[in-house]
């Protein structure tokens, strides 16, 4: 029994004897003590002065009252101060069916066997990005391999960078040692960045300052998952599936003598600095991986050779805030996706090249024209036709990629028409019956009353899907004839 006075008798029993325990500990008693008691209290330490108050405790919702409003409540008895300015409370780990970890159901996972076999930063990772200040998370094996082709991401996009900062006598990264050669590329500084800057490199910058911003003002709110979730945008998008790929052109480009070759130092500029600014967004979140790749970075007269773990958080940089370019670069991606998906509703082989008709306007057609070596690349548009009078061609697929671009994909001599309008017309058919079948349902007034809603709720969005396949398949069909 646990009372403040003795009780006249047991509520259970009815027995009016009783004895104390004489050796009564609250856990939480002493733990109330912790802001202070680890740091020398009752004497006036060094380290007592220096850390109490402190700023931040992470704690978990299940233990506000034991713990953190007790330490509250001793630290104002004995110091007369609150113990921390900020609570973060965060959520419980929980398995894939939303079940508490413990011992009895069996459901605990071991971190260690996880960073066995992923590594720590891949768990890192996943547990931040998972979670959302007061709710609890599921941990899933797929949420940690998603997090392990993160890092695989990262460590190719370093090494493809690394690997090209040095002349490689016309041959590409692949056969080259990242460390074999001397470094030969034009430093970037935000403050003084040069004239000559191509839309992809101002594009990149943008993108980069405009990451920089957002992570900052992400964590100083405390919300670290959609901190790094910037960070892994700007890095797989933005840094690894566009910069990346816009980048070989310069880096591998043969002909234009001198200007070629200083677009090329150049480029390796953009990278270095890039990269070496994202490795600063990143480790907080991932800091073994970024720590690694950051001391093969080559020493820049602005920076130095830190640890990682100490060197200066990025700063945004007024001077590299490019939105005209940046807005004529989102233009040219959106085309390129335009053409990629066209060629893909087709299949056509990755490496055959297509001819591609764009219908622009006069503002938009300049833009294009200048990128249409990163079309050629990108998008295999061989040959590439861009008019703000042109035509839509026959049998040709439409893409409307905006009020200002139509992308056209002749297929004549491309592909055997009469074979794909074929195959669209039996992918046609089966739609139609699907689609009739789940009609049919939706008709049934049975059906409507007695199913659980949630199947009504999915036949209805199948309904939708499969009018929409339905109406898409027609246009194409109509198109190709």
Known sequence: IVDYREPSSCPACGQREFTQDPDVLDTWFSSA?????????PDQTSDLKHFFPTSVLVTGYDIIYFWVARMIFMSLEFLEEVPFGTVYINGLVRDHLGRKMSKSLGNGIDPLEVIGDYGADTLRFTLITGQAPGHDQRFRQENVEAGRNFSNKIWNASRFVLMNLSPADGEEYE??????????FIEINPLSLPPDLNRADRWILHRYNKAVCGVTERLQEYELGEAARLVYEFLWNDFCDWYLELSKYYLYRKEGGEAAAQDCRRTRGVLVYVLEGVLRLLHPFMPFISEEIWHHLPCRSSCSREPLVVACWPQYCKGLEFPREAAEMAAAQEVIRAIRNLRSQVQLPPTKRAPVVLRTSEKIKTVLEQESHQLFRLALADPLTIDSQVSKPRRALTAVVSREVDVYLPLSGVIDLEAEIARLQKELQQVEKDLKRTRGKLANRGFLQQAPAEIVDKEQARS??????????????????
């Open 33 to 41: 003590l912790w802001p202070f008691s680890t740091l020398g209290w």
């Open 175 to 184: 056969s080259v040692e990242y460390d074999s050669k001397e470094p030969d």
């Open 464 to 481: 939708r899907e499969l009018t929409s396949r339905q109406e898409k398949l027609k246009e194409r069909i109509q198109e190709l004839t």
